[in-house]
């Protein structure tokens, strides 16, 4: 099975900040790799797919990018909206797997 | 509008079973696949289970193999979950999930199974 490990676990930012979050994978997963967002007791919502294709409604300020083994999303200017928790996912092959999630905390 | 609805969940011992269903709407039904995704409480996402379009392919995370059975009724634009031998493990919400590739762009709003003596 493919891991998938996410860093940070915790990440505390300010509005305004640009804020990363890596993804990385044990093998090579070309570009199949989403990113979804998840606030408490709500469903995940698919943000980046392919690497970096941006969801439709999904506003520029989250981007991604990488390919291979290690995958990154950014948000270039956290908003108020944005203090949540973040998911990669790789879909290269089954089993697909998760990483284990980043929160995204006001500082 | 894509809807996607569970039902089924709820509170069984351990080594029960239980089968959840997902109906579809606002879309072809019958030309996705279509997945099944947990998240424990307080956890990270699993993926659970997919089964093709037409049925003829599935897969199954190693953790449920064996015990879980994913199924679809095209006619009904109903997806299934069969799950026996539940263990206290098996606890969490269970979605089900459209997939675009892969990855997924719709999800239900998920249902709660609890397996607790």
């Known amino acids: 099975d493919i891991q998938m490990t996410q860093s940070p676990s915790t990440l505390s930012a300010s509005v305004g900040d640009r804020v990363t979050i890596t993804c990385r994978a044990s093998?090579?997963?070309?570009?199949?790799l989403a990113w979804y967002q998840q606030k408490p007791g709500k469903v995940p919502k698919l943000l980046i797919y392919?690497?970096?294709s941006l969801e439709s409604g999904v506003p520029s300020r989250f981007s991604g990018s990488g390919s291979g083994t290690e995958f990154t999303l950014t948000i270039s200017s956290l908003q108020p909206d944005d203090f949540t928790t973040y998911f990669c996912?790789?879909?290269?092959?089954?089993?697909?797997?998760f990483g284990q999630g980043t929160k995204v905390e006001i500082k | 509008e894509v809807q996607l609805v569970e039902s089924g969940g709820g509170l069984v011992k351990p080594g029960g079973s239980l089968r959840l269903s997902c109906a579809a709407s606002?879309?072809?039904?019958?030309?996705?696949?279509m997945n099944w995704v947990r998240q424990a409480p307080g956890k990270g996402l699993e993926w659970v289970s997919s089964?093709?379009?037409?049925?003829?392919?599935?897969y199954y995370a190693d953790s449920v193999k064996g015990r879980f059975t994913i199924s679809r009724d095209n006619a009904k634009n109903s997806l299934y979950l069969q799950m026996n031998s539940l263990r206290a493990e098996d606890t969490a919400v269970y979605y089900c999930?459209?997939?675009?590739?892969?990855?997924?762009?719709?999800w239900g709003q998920g249902t709660l199974v609890t397996v607790s003596s």
């Open positions: 999930a459209r997939p675009r590739g892969g990855c997924f762009d719709f």
């Open positions: 606002g879309f072809t039904f019958s030309s996705y696949s």
């Open positions: 089964i093709t379009s037409s049925g003829a392919n599935i």
């Open positions: 093998q090579s997963i070309s570009y199949w």
């Open positions: 392919k690497a970096s």
């Open positions: 996912q790789q879909y290269n092959s089954f089993p697909w797997t």
